[in-house]
């Protein structure tokens, strides 16, 4: 099972950038898409991007689409999330996670961890 950390979340003002990362252990990590994901106050956990085992194929929620890419250094063993434009309804928990492929469902390997937060100001 692919264990991960989610780190570099924070507060940052509207049109702001960040870069996530998703740090994992697992000898089997670079055999699995993993996938970020987000959940804000009162709403449902929500597919944000995802990426293949090699890091050739992509796939992002059409509300990211063109502000977010999505990158992994299987040398590391981490997947990075690079955010720009943010905009105050990106502010959310993010989390990432092994997921079955590229699907923009929520459907995981295993359990969510605890995620890292994003916080964007108007």
């Known amino acids: 099972q692919v264990q991960r950390v989610e780190s570099g979340g924070g507060l940052v003002q509207a049109g702001g950038s960040l870069r996530l990362s998703c740090a994992a252990s697992?000898?089997?990590?670079?055999?699995?898409?993993i996938g970020w994901f987000r959940q804000a106050p009162g709403k449902e956990r929500e597919f944000v991007a995802a990426i293949s085992p090699t890091g050739g194929s992509t796939n992002f929620a059409d509300s990211v689409k063109g502000r977010f890419t999505i990158s992994r250094d299987n040398t590391k063993d981490t997947v990075y999330l690079q955010m720009n434009s943010l905009q105050p309804e990106d502010t959310a928990v993010y989390y990432c996670?092994?997921?079955?492929?590229?699907?923009?469902?929520?459907?995981?390997?295993?359990?969510w961890g605890q995620g890292t937060q994003v916080t964007v100001s108007a």
């Open positions: 697992g000898r089997t990590f670079s055999r699995h898409a």
């Open positions: 996670a092994a997921t079955p492929g590229l699907t923009t469902t929520t459907t995981i390997f295993g359990s």
